[in-house]
């Protein structure tokens, strides 16, 4: 028995050392040509071992997950908002929820340090605590009848703490939908094969979701090769619509249209049943999100390209062209999501739990979605450090910071063409002098080559790192299958990010439909009835109302809305992991389970270190370089008093560069008081029940699964 025992963990210490391997020539290479291939084998290596023997150990020493225990998707069974899932479709959902825009942009940016720090944390951040939030909140949340974060903190640790976290946590759920529809916006406006696209996947989904329902109960595979089929043919008809005379302008929209239709979207797909839409249009999301960086990993196998970009460059001080701050803790804050996200939180409590068919399903959904979010950012890293770093640097770095003044390309097709051009060609001429000077050589020729071949004008003023992205896999899937051109895989790969990051916003959006929802219900008890059409029109429209106007404002001006609010979005996130973790915390110390706490104390300690030095540093700090709030605000006053020859134009622009850093300062300093109130009350909570042998934690009684079993629905 115990040689059994033996020779089934050689396989998996065989996969130990080959991932060990291949993190230190990732690691300690220098100067020579470093495969990508080494990244990937790494850390699907580095994923399969922490979910073989990490994860396993949390479910069952630290949790004690109960196989025999109904969730609240089986006891609460409606047909609308629970209902017991199959494990993998509950996979794609909860997976499309919780992967939005961090995977994909986080890493990109990030690689502006070189691609050592941004692996080695994606690696060791999901395993130590992204993962093990995601797992701790979901399970928690399903032993409490799917319960909000918000909600399991009241019942926790008091009334007091339960509202400032509900009131703390719908305000950075507001600001992560915000950022998450703007990029959204950004990659759908003027854009009519992404248009379409998107736009047909809410058909398919509606056919998807009455077809599992009514046509074919539980024929899971069936319906997933129709949706793959419908959705590769979207995919293919939006790039003949976008070349036809008549049908590509009459889809080419300006951003603001585009706002509107996704605040009406928002608001219709938060109340419709979960079936018939969101689950099923993030089922087939998850098909072209893994599908795709799947490709990528399988693209690098067969390519085996190289790492272009160093493994650490001279901006880990914090000089960096295209964000500043230092490595610690701006790198952990920039890649945010794809380490660890308190944005999952809000879905593994709340919306995942209530579909939840088997207690022992959370290991899987909770910690093995995570894994493959981390993967994802690995791939997104990997595709950003496969290209020039001079062009990366030319597409990433604002034009400021290149000393040029982009022309109007809209005028490209128009009588000044020529003019355009030749200004174009100056500007990228100069880009690259400047790019080069930093000691990341590159020509102009390169430059405007890129753009010819991905079908675009221009590479420059591309920041985000969506763009960037999408040239990396266009490189990749076009030297696999040349048959279609850099411009088509280019295309794809933008419609990929829209698509990958609209189905967060709706997830996004029925999770704060329930937060304010319960949060209203504190002073009016009617509105946290979940069925009750007129409060979930309530909920909604007051969740899609905030973010839609901080989406608006950021649209039709550059100085507001939500762009005076990105420098928030990775702090708050990261902010709100750590409240997730303090609450695990809390909640194994009420279980009589103090001896595990260390599972979910490390990676919060760590959380709160890195955002209160990263806040500190945006609200107090004097260097010009850090563009810290206070100094920001006191900069442009003062230029404002100085100023003799401002136009009124200039006044109101640093009058409104003056109110952002002031209202971002003042977000900075609620979100310190909203997380270190749930610390403290933390803490008191642990001093009350210190002394205590018997269990004080709120878990709702035990109920056995049904005799008959569980009727598993395949519909989501």
Not at 98 to 120: E, F
Not at 420 to 433: E, G, R, S
Not at 687 to 705: H, Q
Request: aromatic share 12%; hydrophobic share 50%.
């Amino acid at each position: 028995m115990d040689t059994k025992k033996i020779f089934k963990h050689i396989p998996w210490v065989i996969l130990g050392i080959i991932g060990a391997f291949c993190l230190s020539v990732v690691a300690l290479r220098r100067g020579e040509h470093v495969s990508a291939l080494w990244i990937v084998v790494a850390s699907v290596s580095v994923y399969l071992v922490a979910y073989r023997y990490y994860s396993l150990y949390i479910a069952q020493k630290v949790m004690k997950l109960d196989p025999t225990r109904a969730t609240p998707a089986v006891i609460n069974n409606d047909g609308l908002n629970y209902v017991p899932t199959n494990r993998y479709v509950l996979f794609g959902h909860h997976f499309a929820a919780i992967a939005g825009a961090g995977p994909l942009v986080g890493p990109v940016l990030a690689a502006q340090m070189g691609y050592l720090p941004g692996t080695l944390w994606l690696l060791a951040g999901v395993v130590l605590a992204g993962a093990v939030q995601d797992f701790m909140v979901l399970f928690i949340s399903s032993r409490r009848n799917g319960a909000s974060l918000g909600e399991m903190i009241k019942e926790e640790m008091g009334t007091v703490p339960g509202t400032i976290a509900l009131f703390g946590c719908f305000l950075i759920m507001i600001i992560i939908l915000a950022v998450l529809a703007l990029i959204v916006v950004k990659a759908l406006a003027e854009s009519p094969w992404g248009v379409f696209t998107v736009c047909s996947t809410v058909p398919i989904a509606l056919f998807m979701g009455i077809y599992m329902r009514f046509l074919r109960p539980g024929r899971v595979g069936e319906v997933s090769v129709i949706g793959i089929v419908l959705l590769v043919a979207s995919i293919y008809f939006g790039g003949v619509i976008a070349h036809d005379p008549y049908w590509g302008p009459a889809l080419t929209f300006k951003d603001t249209t585009i706002t509107f239709a996704l605040i009406g979207y928002a608001f219709v797909s938060a109340l419709l049943p979960v079936w018939l839409i969101l689950a099923p249009r993030d089922y087939l999301a998850t098909f072209l999100k893994i599908g795709v960086i799947v490709g990528l990993a399988l693209g690098i196998v067969i390519l085996n390209p190289e790492l272009k970009m160093p493994a650490l460059t001279q901006y880990v001080d914090g000089t960096g062209p295209l964000w500043k701050g230092a490595l610690f803790p701006f790198l952990f804050i920039t890649i945010a999501c794809g380490a660890v996200s308190g944005f999952h939180a809000l879905i593994s409590s709340g919306t995942t739990p209530k579909l939840l068919a088997c207690e022992t399903n959370a290991r899987f959904i909770g910690y093995g979605a995570m894994l493959m979010e981390s993967f994802v950012a690995v791939m997104a890293l990997v595709a950003a450090s496969i290209i020039e770093p001079g062009l990366y640097f030319a597409m990433n770095t604002p034009p400021a910071g290149l000393g040029i003044t982009m022309p109007n390309l809209h005028e490209m097709g128009g009588e000044n063409a020529p003019l355009i051009m030749a200004q174009l060609k100056d500007v990228t001429a100069h880009a690259a002098a400047t790019v080069s000077s930093w000691g990341f050589v590159i020509s102009p020729e390169q430059i405007l080559q890129t753009a010819k071949d991905i079908g675009e004008p221009s590479v420059l003023n591309r920041a985000g790192g969506a763009p960037t992205l999408a040239v990396g896999i266009a490189h990749v899937f076009h030297k696999v299958l040349p048959m279609a051109d850099m411009g088509f895989w280019y295309h794809f790969g933008i419609l990929f990010e829209a698509l990958f990051i609209l189905t967060a916003l709706d997830a996004g959006t029925r999770s704060g439909r329930f937060m304010l929802q319960d949060l209203l219900g504190n002073f009016v008890p009617f509105l946290k009835k979940t069925d009750s059409l007129v409060a979930g029109i309530i909920g909604t429209a007051g969740c899609v109302g905030l973010w839609g106007y901080l989406l608006y404002q950021g649209v039709v001006d550059p100085l507001g809305g939500v762009k005076s609010l990105w420098p928030l979005f990775g702090i708050s996130n990261q902010m709100l992991a750590a409240v997730a973790l303090v609450l695990s915390t809390v909640v194994l110390i009420k279980m009589q389970r103090t001896k595990y706490i260390w599972v979910t104390v490390i990676p919060a300690v760590w959380l709160l270190i890195c955002t209160t030095w990263a806040l500190g540093l945006k609200l107090f700090s004097a260097n010009p370089q850090m563009e810290g709030f206070f100094y920001m605000a006191n900069l442009y006053k003062e230029k404002i008093a100085n100023g003799t020859n401002l136009t009124e134009q200039q006044i109101a622009n640093m009058n409104h560069i003056v109110v952002n850093n002031y209202t971002n300062a003042g977000l900075s300093i609620l979100f310190l008081v909203v997380v270190y109130s749930i610390i403290f009350y933390g803490f008191t909570t642990w001093m009350k029940v210190r002394n205590s042998d018997k269990r004080t934690d709120k878990e709702t009684p035990y109920v056995p699964v049904p005799e008959g079993g569980v009727k598993i629905s395949s519909h989501h």
